[in-house]
């Protein structure tokens, strides 16, 4: 699309991320798988832009960032990089690809993005900018949009992953007894449950990861509130997730204030919180995730909280995955036909 036939990047948002976010998945297409390693972003660059100049540092930095909620430093994304003439077929199979091509050509910015493009489960961004300033105003005020587009197609590609080895009992019990739908693989066990909880278990010879499920009636706004949902959230763990020692239980830790974000969450508004765990009376802890929202069905609460323990570990990965779980939510009157 050159000089007389482009499109400004604005209106190219308003009408093409919205469809991108809510197109269905290709199942039968004849793609290829792609590859990639977990949170991995490929970045294609040209000549114009150099990967070693401030514009890379910007996307560096940006999608490198340290992942909030994590005891030790870790990074959002690692990433590749790979120049233009170099981006043969080998890499377009790659499942996050983020291209930045800078060409005097064009008048405009112009922003493109693509599911499933050259493989799947895929996402691709291109973003062309007739010059290096007008990269740093585009990228600095889409730069979210293109995280959360990343981090979209990671969960996808997780729970993809998890539908081939998906123990439909943990749905069908959630079902019978909660009236909502998640999809958990084989590897969990159910270590507890109560008519208002449920918490199921992945036990590995070096770490753990755990998704409790907790349900509560709805009387006002405050069940919103930060504060609320922590003090919630530690009376439920006190009283259903003990500790290795007599007297110890799971609670949040303040020692690093958890950080939260309105978001929408299976088509409702929701909380989400990150923070670390801790064990009181003990030493055992790490990072975890939660969302909390309102079922308007039976006027309830209900909280969904994935969290992790690797000590030594990077655990960045191993989140990623419980965060996919978590992500499966849904009513089981709109679960999707496979």
């Known amino acids: 699309m050159k000089k007389n036939q482009s499109i400004s990047l604005v209106l190219l948002l308003a009408l093409f991320i919205p469809i991108s976010f809510t197109s269905c998945d290709i199942k039968s297409s004849g793609l290829k798988p792609s590859t990639g390693k977990t949170n991995e972003l490929l970045v294609v660059t040209n000549s114009k832009a150099d990967w070693n100049s401030l514009m890379g540092n910007e996307i560096k930095q940006f999608f490198g960032q340290d992942q909030l909620g994590l005891p030790q430093p870790e990074s959002m994304f690692s990433m590749a990089q790979v120049s233009e003439p170099g981006f043969s077929e080998m890499f377009k199979t790659h499942h996050n690809i983020f291209i930045v091509d800078v060409n005097p050509e064009y008048d405009e910015p112009i922003l493109e993005t693509r599911k499933d493009l050259w493989a799947s489960p895929q996402r691709v961004i291109k973003l062309t900018v007739p010059t290096e300033d007008q990269f740093y105003t585009e990228f600095a005020e889409n730069k979210e949009a293109f995280l959360e587009f990343f981090n979209a197609n990671e969960r996808r590609r997780v729970s993809l992953a998890f539908d081939a080895i998906e123990d439909h009992s943990f749905r069908n019990n959630l079902i019978d007894n909660f009236d909502i739908s998640m999809r958990f693989p084989k590897s969990f066990y159910v270590a507890s449950q109560t008519e208002n909880f449920i918490w199921l278990r992945r036990e590995a010879e070096r770490f753990s990861q755990s998704v409790f499920v907790f349900v509560y009636p709805y009387n006002e706004m405050t069940a919103f509130d930060p504060i609320e949902i922590v003090r919630v959230q530690d009376s439920v763990t006190k009283k259903h997730i003990p500790g290795p020692s007599e007297g110890s ?19 409702a508004f ?16 790490g990072p975890f995730i939660s969302y909390t929202t309102v079922d308007e069905r039976y006027n309830r609460v209900v909280t969904i909280v ?4 690797n000590p030594g570990w990077e655990k960045n990965d191993l989140l990623r995955q419980v965060e996919a779980i978590l992500h499966t939510y849904k009513y089981p009157e709109l679960e999707e036909e496979k």
């Open 306 to 309: 994935g969290y992790v323990y």
């Open 249 to 267: 239980f799971m609670k949040i830790s303040m020692f690093e204030p958890p950080v939260t974000k309105q978001i929408e969450f299976n088509s």
């Open 270 to 285: 929701a909380v989400e919180m990150r923070g670390l765990w801790e064990v009181e009376g003990d030493f055992m802890g």
